[in-house]
């Protein structure tokens, strides 16, 4: 319903994904390369939708095992436990770190989901060419971007321990086949976030426009 | 214009078959992790392994998730729950099995489990003091699948991985032995007990052993096992023996075995063979029957001391024992006599006899043996003879010796068993010399001797009379003059005594001259002291006055 539905692809300019100069494109075909710093111009990124949907299809894919499979395995003298995400939330908790449990569930339990289901629903919308809420989605997207890599604190916390808690046969901690699939989702999810052209977002209601054309 | 011409060329976009092109490549990464997931699932699902349950009469030292079921150390499963029977008498163990050793729950597989263990034959299970307790298995051999078990309370003392024999002993008691009691071979632990039964008509017990390999190959079909429980003490014609095995068995028992030299190079005896436990090792090596020679001694002396079992030597090496005492009833004089049946052992000969004469030896059938014997007899002399194996005890043996110059004799071999010439024993011998010697004192001639002595005696007391008389003379005749002399002497002696009376006046007196002279004398020794005393104190306050003279006397 917007007026605004005036994007630079529909005026015949196309600005530069670096520098942000807005230039005319060298041909419809081919957009050449910015005049100013040489990047190569694009209308809107390539394949942006597919790709987007190919990678969170993989991320989702990749967010089973990673909760299910243990992550770490901790040797002790007297007993040997693997322990997935969610275990060790449970563990965190009954133990009282109610708090720590809290930040583990929400950085690598929700956000990783949140941002799928985020992503989703923007290829969604995008793909059925809504028009409402366009500024909440973007922000949205700029969020997503911002958060995503914060995921990757749990691989690098549960690579410190491999590292470190090496003292056998009193204790040791290996990894689990789940910190893969844990850290396949949040770089999937990185990349799909990035994949994603958030000018699309307003595509939209000039693609509205013109099928109502 | 330009953006018209822009609008006209969007419909023109030739990117459609690219992006087309692309779809697959991007959605290799799915696809891909998608088939990881799926590889991840499906390999989860082969390598589940079966569930199983083991009921033990208590959990003690189980915890689910943290015992594991070990199998040569391996983890083959994890215990995985822990709850009581229904009926409360024990506990269901619920463990969680790898794939791999699926093949390892059979019908006849055995749990039990496993934590230190101290016992008399050794320390076990020391690990689980730092690893927890774990539950280990002894696969069974049955090829049939199974899933629930009973745990057995103790573990059994050997498990599959071991290679060896197992052999049944037939005992009449199970004197100190119990499961894992060891078992020598030449002082080897070579295998140990692992059970026992009591045989179905109670009276034997059926013990079953297990030799490890390769020592279960020297057990042949004529090897002998004998119990070797502790320390064995006999008193016997060969003196005090003792006989222990070492401190460990002598606490828990044990059980020897031993192929007798003279068996015949067997092959190994086929497994769960049965043999005889015996006591003890003699009764163990004794040599069936039909190996012994059996002789019957007739002895003159008595047999006190002689008992059933002492020792039967030739030259003095044993080579069989007295199986038998008694008395026999001599229908020709109407009397008895002395019986003792023998029993020599060939396999003892063969032992005395160099290597290559066993050989020979052993050729020998039973006539060649008893012509051999014969012409030891008749030829060199050998004879039967008791003889006392220890002073102290006063043990009896038989020896049989040469004595070549006894009457000629011989077997006897229409006797059944032969009857063994015999010559007395040595103790015999000593009565007869102390007879003889006896013989020789009656000979010596006491009455002439008495009279004679008388005779001497007389006279030696006219001697004396005639001495006495000599003496009284001498106190009639020479006294009176002695006591004369000893006057004139008593007053020699006083006129001496007057002489030094007066020397004393001269020297001793207080006016006697030397006194008064020494005196002086001494008067004037003080006098010059006193000079000098006086010197040395001028000398004192004026040392000057040594170099420059005596100073005036300041007023």
């Avoid at chain 2, 031993?258 to 090596?285: C, H, Q, W, Y």
């Avoid at chain 2, 063969?350 to 007899?377: C, N, P, W, Y």
């Amino acid at each position: 319903m917007t007026a605004v539905a005036r994007t630079g692809m529909r005026e015949g300019f196309v600005s530069c994904d670096a520098c942000g100069l807005l230039s005319r494109p060298a041909g419809a075909e081919e957009p050449g390369e910015c005049p100013r710093c040489g990047e190569e111009l694009e209308f809107r990124r390539r394949d942006a939708i597919q790709r987007t949907w190919a990678l969170v299809a993989a991320a989702a894919i990749c967010y089973l095992p990673a909760n299910i499979l243990p992550v770490m395995r901790t040797t002790t003298l007297t007993s040997e436990a693997p322990d997935t995400i969610i275990s060790g939330v449970v563990y965190l908790y009954m133990s009282g770190s109610w708090y720590l449990a809290l930040i583990l569930l929400i950085a690598s339990v929700m956000i990783p989901l949140a941002k799928l289901a985020a992503l989703v629903f923007l290829l969604v919308t995008v793909q059925r060419g809504s028009d409402r809420n366009n500024r909440e989605r973007a922000r949205l997207y700029r969020v997503l971007e911002i958060i995503g890599r914060w995921s990757m604190v749990d691989v690098f916390v549960a690579t410190f321990v491999v590292a470190l808690i090496q003292l056998r046969p009193l204790m040791s901690v290996a990894p689990e086949p789940g910190v893969l699939f844990f850290s396949a989702v949040v770089i999937l999810t990185i990349f799909a976030a990035e994949s994603f052209d958030p000018r699309l977002i307003w595509d939209s209601s000039q693609g509205k426009q013109e099928r109502d054309d | 214009m330009t953006e018209n011409a822009d609008l006209a060329n969007v419909p023109e976009a030739t990117h459609v078959p690219k992006k087309r092109a692309r779809v697959p490549v991007v959605w290799i990464i799915p696809i891909v992790a998608a088939l990881v997931g799926a590889g991840i699932v499906v390999q989860q699902y082969l390598n589940e392994g079966p569930t199983i349950r083991i009921s033990f009469r208590t959990a003690e030292g189980i915890e689910p998730g943290k015992t594991f079921i070990k199998y040569k150390d391996v983890d083959i499963g994890k215990v995985t729950k822990v709850v009581l029977s229904k009926d409360f008498s024990k506990v269901i163990v619920t463990a969680k099995m790898e794939k791999h050793a699926q093949g390892l729950l059979v019908d006849d597989s055995r749990f039990w489990t496993v934590k230190p263990r101290v016992t008399l034959s050794g320390v076990s299970g020391l690990g689980t003091l730092l690893s927890g307790n774990y539950i280990g298995v002894e696969p069974g051999k049955s090829g049939k699948s199974h899933r629930d078990f009973a745990g057995l309370e103790v573990p059994p003392p050997i498990t599959g991985g071991m290679s060896g024999r197992e052999f049944t002993l037939r005992a009449s008691t199970l004197g100190s032995l119990g499961i894992g009691s060891p078992i020598y071979y030449r002082r080897l632990n070579v295998g140990q007990v692992i059970g026992y039964a009591l045989a179905p008509d109670g009276t034997s017990f059926d013990v079953r052993i297990f030799l490890d390999t390769p020592y279960d190959g020297y057990v042949t079909s004529d090897t002998r096992f004998w119990e070797s429980s502790g320390i064995r003490a006999t008193m016997g014609a060969g003196g005090l023996s003792l006989e222990t095995e070492s401190v460990l068995s002598i606490l828990i028992g044990g059980i020897r075995f031993e192929t007798p030299p003279s068996a015949t190079a067997g092959i190994p005896a086929p497994e769960k063979s049965v043999f005889t436990l015996f006591d003890n090792r003699d009764a163990a090596m004794a040599p069936p029957v039909a190996e012994s020679e059996r002789y019957v001694l007739y002895f003159q002396e008595s047999l006190r001391g002689l008992s059933v079992g002492a020792p039967v030597t030739l030259l003095g090496l044993p080579i069989g024992e007295v199986t038998e005492i008694s008395l026999d009833y001599v229908p020709e004089t109407q009397g008895v006599r002395t019986r003792v049946e023998v029993m020599t052992f060939q396999y003892r000969v063969h032992r005395q006899l160099g290597k290559t004469d066993v050989i020979a030896a052993k050729a020998m059938s039973r006539e060649d043996r008893k012509k051999f014997m014969q012409r030891l007899v008749e030829e060199k002399g050998l004879r039967a003879q008791l003889r006392t194996g220890s002073l102290i005890s006063g043990q009896l043996y038989v020896a049989l010796d040469y004595f070549p110059d006894t009457p000629k004799a011989r077997i006897d071999w229409a006797k059944e068993p032969p009857q063994f010439p015999v010559v007395p024993g040595k103790m015999e011998n000593i009565e007869l010399q102390l007879k003889s010697i006896l013989a020789k004192l009656e000979k010596i001639p006491v009455e002439e001797i008495g009279n004679d002595l008388r005779k001497t005696l007389e006279t030696l007391d006219n001697t004396l009379q005639s001495a006495d008389r000599t003496l009284t003379r001498v106190d009639e005749e020479t006294l009176p003059e002695a006591k004369k002399t000893l006057e004139d002497l008593r007053r020699a002696i006083a006129a001496a005594e007057r002489v030094l009376s007066n020397t004393d006046n001269t020297l001793l007196g207080p006016d006697a001259p030397a006194q008064q002279e020494l005196r002086d004398a001494l008067q004037e020794i003080a006098r010059s002291a006193r000079a000098i005393r006086l010197l040395a104190d001028t000398l004192e306050r004026n040392p000057e006055s040594l170099l420059r003279g005596k100073t005036k006397e300041t007023p």
